[in-house]
């Protein structure tokens, strides 16, 4: 069974910064061949993407994102990151890390990101 744990959330100051990383583990992962993305969801409204990593590493970032965040994947690791700088307080929700692997999506628990003003 393959596991994605999310880490690295907790409670910042406006421009502030944050590192998050997703490991996933299990057997089998296929990790190398999956497209990797965060996501976010705020109370009272819907997830969304905030930045993909392809299997070929290709990226790409929800609009509010371009500039400030930067994800990245290290294969060997099995892991993803999300390097989150200048946050506003709109940046408060849960994150959660997402695997893609033939049209499949697996989630892990999610991880609290909270911006103070």
């Known amino acids: 069974q393959v596991h994605l744990v999310e880490s690295g959330g907790g409670l910042v100051q406006a421009g502030g910064s944050l590192r998050l990383s997703c490991v996933v583990s299990?057997?089998?992962?296929?990790?190398?061949?999956?497209?990797m993305g965060w996501y976010r969801q705020a109370p009272g409204k819907q997830r969304e993407l905030v930045a993909a990593?392809?299997?070929?590493?290709?990226?790409n970032y929800i609009d509010s994102a371009k500039g400030r965040f930067t994800i990245s994947r290290d294969n060997a690791k099995n892991t993803v990151s999300l390097q989150m700088n200048s946050l506003k307080p709109e940046d408060t929700a849960v994150y959660y890390c997402?695997?893609?692997?033939?049209?499949?999506?697996?989630w892990g628990q999610g991880t609290q990101v909270t911006v103070s003003s």
């Open positions: 990593i392809s299997r070929d590493s290709s990226v």
């Open positions: 997402n695997r893609r692997l033939a049209n499949n999506d697996l």
């Open positions: 299990g057997h089998a992962t296929f990790f190398a061949i999956s497209d």
